[in-house]
């Protein structure tokens, strides 16, 4: 079993639609999350921090579901321009420093 | 804002050259790593550093190496360029408070072909 596990997808959704990503990691150690954008050839960037409580930033809803191990991104509203692959992260209590990548589910957004 | 600059961004090179790859952060960050990444297999670590002088390997250091001489610059090198280390080269750098890890800032990449 993969460490961190996203569906690939691509999802393919319609301009205004609400669409919700899953990810599930292996370790109940982990203690770090985080989600990623990535454009096509571009670099990944930080898009928001995943906190227990759950946190907000504008459209977009990130939770922590630590019984069950996974984490979740919602976009509301979706926009053409939240077209992309959304990364999922985890850095696991090891003491060490290694993070860990998810493969990336692709979003595209149509008008 | 952090500046993560890897010194290109496009590199052509032939089968057995020395490849070096290089990788500026501007925040003082004490983590720095070097990915690569390719279609189908997402990001794969090469290697990472916690601290000037220190290296560890990752998941795939087989035919790299790196060296950290000051804490701002992590250089990745291929002691022998092969067709199979064409691919997209990401550095990325992070602060640590105490245990815990912050997020990681990417550099634009270096798109690396192996002739």
């Known amino acids: 079993r993969k460490e961190v596990e996203q569906d690939p997808g691509p999802f393919n959704v319609p301009e205004g639609a609400t669409v919700a990503f899953n990810c599930t990691y292996s370790n109940s150690a982990s203690q770090s999350f985080f989600w990623y954008r990535q454009d096509c050839r571009k670099e990944p960037k930080l898009l928001m921090s995943?906190?227990?409580s759950g946190n907000e930033d504008g459209r977009f809803t990130a939770q922590l579901n630590r019984a069950s191990q996974y984490i979740s991104l919602l976009i509301r509203d979706s926009k053409l321009s939240d077209s992309a692959t959304y990364l999922c992260v985890v850095t696991p209590n090891t003491g060490g420093f290694k993070t860990i990548f998810g493969a990336g589910t692709r979003l595209f957004v149509k008008a | 804002d952090v500046k993560v600059t890897q010194s290109s961004r496009y590199l052509v090179k032939r089968t057995g050259e020395k490849v070096f790859l290089e990788c500026v952060q501007d925040?003082?960050?004490?983590?720095m790593f070097w990915y690569r990444q390719d279609p189908g297999l997402g990001l794969r670590l090469i290697y990472f550093?916690?601290?000037?002088?220190?290296?560890e390997k990752g998941d795939i250091p087989e035919g790299y190496s790196v060296s950290r001489e000051k804490k701002e610059r992590f250089s990745l090198i291929l002691e022998s360029a092969s067709t199979n280390q064409t691919s997209m080269y990401l550095c990325?750098?992070?602060?640590?408070?105490?245990?815990?890890?912050?997020?990681?800032?990417f550099g634009d990449g270096t798109r690396l072909s192996i002739l």
């Open positions: 995943v906190y227990s």
């Open positions: 990325a750098s992070s602060d640590r408070w105490g245990a815990q890890n912050q997020p990681q800032h």
């Open positions: 550093s916690y601290d000037v002088k220190m290296k």
């Open positions: 925040m003082d960050h004490e983590n």
